[in-house]
């Protein structure tokens, strides 16, 4: 594998300089992976370490000392040896680039970088073969190339971490803060999460910088709005961790005068990080708090939004850890919410109507192991009528869920490929993913899904 050339732009964050500078050897790789967009699962199937350990690697709390493994990782990487302590590669381009044993200066990186979309997806497409050869030795095609990358979150995780933003920003007005956060809501409704991951930490930064001139109020909104809608992505995109990161955000933005429908989402998405680390009662508990919390607010399509998304985001939570009956009971609430309000409405970004609760009725029968039952609800949604791309797409997925629950493999693979005309972005999600790759089985009976399986990464 090649080396990462010093113009790469990986090379020029505070980030990397840091961890250079600190010679942390974790950091090093962990920035190096997310700049090639592999995840700790592909890249341990390749080096034969469990995600879990290189995470504890990555974040200095188990010793990478392993001199094959780091070894193993430079090479996948593309990092230079002598970054992770390990002897020099005897190549002319490395020592040019790098000198014997320091890290790159500012002043000694190329002002051409070479562009994440140019090198990431090959070098991600040689780790997925190397990985194919170790594990299943599936033979990797040239239609490989046309898999879609996903959307890197590096930018996102400095700021978490660094806090590091764009410098530029235009001048902190409440107008350029609500425009930077409606462009926010319009990418992830329209799932396109690749240009909301770029964009995001210019967001950050002009949100952040009205709470600096004296708007603490508006600048505490617009804040904790966007790690709102992060936290949304990070769980779209599989990144736990950077979801309990981001939800946490959210809410301390709330302390510092957010209004109430923002803090109320923020609860939602604790709920939402809850759940996904498994403990099923708090997530519950805090979904149904923050609903009876906005119980005695006045009724506009707001409030009855993030009230019923509250109810159904505490049911699907019911559902998941096997609870019929509070399932039953937390929809129906959701269910009287809708009637309230009486049609589907999208009000600051969030979705919610009768039809939201029919959607949430099909995941939570699915989770309950009733596929009959989750396609009944479906039948009674008329997907075109969804008010935003990821909600038409994301019916599509699980009525996709349901049917392959049920053993309908055509039908099934029919509403991934709906899914994919809806939002393309969308089914590039680890449950697609988990669904493609089972229906290779039946690749002889369902033309294309080979190819399908390609393009959503299931290869």
Not at 128 to 154: D, E, F, H, K, Q
Not at 411 to 419: K, S, V
Not at 425 to 443: C, F, K, P, W, Y
Request: overall charge positive.
């Amino acid at each position: 594998m090649d080396t990462l050339d010093s113009s790469h732009p990986l090379w020029h964050t505070p980030a990397m300089r840091d961890a250079l500078a600190h010679r942390n050897a974790g950091a090093i790789v962990r920035l190096a992976r997310r700049a090639a967009d592999i995840t700790l699962t592909d890249l341990g199937q390749v080096v034969g370490y469990t995600a879990a350990s290189l995470s504890r690697m990555e974040r200095g709390q188990q010793p990478m000392r392993d001199i094959e493994l780091l070894t193993r990782i430079a090479d996948i990487l593309g990092i230079p040896p002598h970054l992770l302590g390990l002897a020099p590669r005897h190549d002319q381009r490395t020592t040019a680039s790098y000198g014997p044993a320091t890290p790159p200066s500012i002043a000694s990186l190329g002002r051409e970088p070479i562009g994440e979309e140019d090198e990431d997806p090959v070098r991600r497409r040689k780790l997925l073969a190397l990985a194919g050869a170790t594990t299943t030795s599936v033979i990797l095609t040239p239609a490989m190339a046309n898999a879609a990358p996903r959307p890197s979150l590096s930018g996102l995780e400095d700021v978490l971490l660094y806090r590091n933003t764009p410098a530029a920003v235009p001048e902190p007005t409440p107008a350029a803060a609500g425009a930077a956060l409606e462009a926010a809501r319009r990418d992830f409704a329209a799932c396109r999460y690749d240009r909301l991951a770029r964009a995001l930490p210019s967001h950050f930064a002009l949100a952040q910088a009205l709470t600096d001139t004296g708007r603490p109020e508006a600048g505490a909104t617009a804040v904790a709005e966007l790690y709102n809608i992060a936290t949304r992505l990070c769980i779209k995109m599989g990144e736990d961790e950077m979801a309990a990161a981001t939800a946490d955000r959210a809410l301390t933005a709330c302390r510092g005068g957010a209004d109430a429908l923002t803090t109320a989402e923020a609860h939602r998405m604790v709920s939402s990080v809850w759940r996904r680390a498994r403990h099923y009662t708090r997530a519950t508990d805090v979904a149904v708090t923050a609903a009876q919390q906005l119980a005695g607010a006045s009724n506009d399509a707001a409030e009855l939004s993030a009230k019923g998304n509250l109810y159904a985001t505490a049911a699907y939570t019911a559902g998941k850890q096997g609870d019929r009956y509070l399932a039953r009971d937390l929809i129906a609430e959701a269910g009287a919410t809708a009637d309230q309000l009486g049609h589907d409405a999208v009000t600051g970004g969030a979705v919610f109507g009768p039809s939201q609760v029919i959607l949430h009725q099909i995941s939570i029968s699915y989770l309950l192991g009733d596929a009959g039952t989750a396609i009944e609800h479906a039948r009674r949604i008329r997907p075109a009528a969804l008010p935003t791309p990821e909600r038409q797409a994301r019916y599509y997925v699980d009525v996709a869920r349901a049917f392959d629950q049920w053993g309908k493999h055509d039908r099934c693979y029919n509403a991934l490929l709906a899914a994919e005309k809806a939002a393309p972005q969308e089914v590039r999600r680890g449950s697609v993913r988990t669904i493609a790759a089972s229906l290779m089985r039946h690749d002889r009976h369902l033309p294309g899904v080979r190819a399908f399986a390609v393009r959503v990464g299931a290869l």
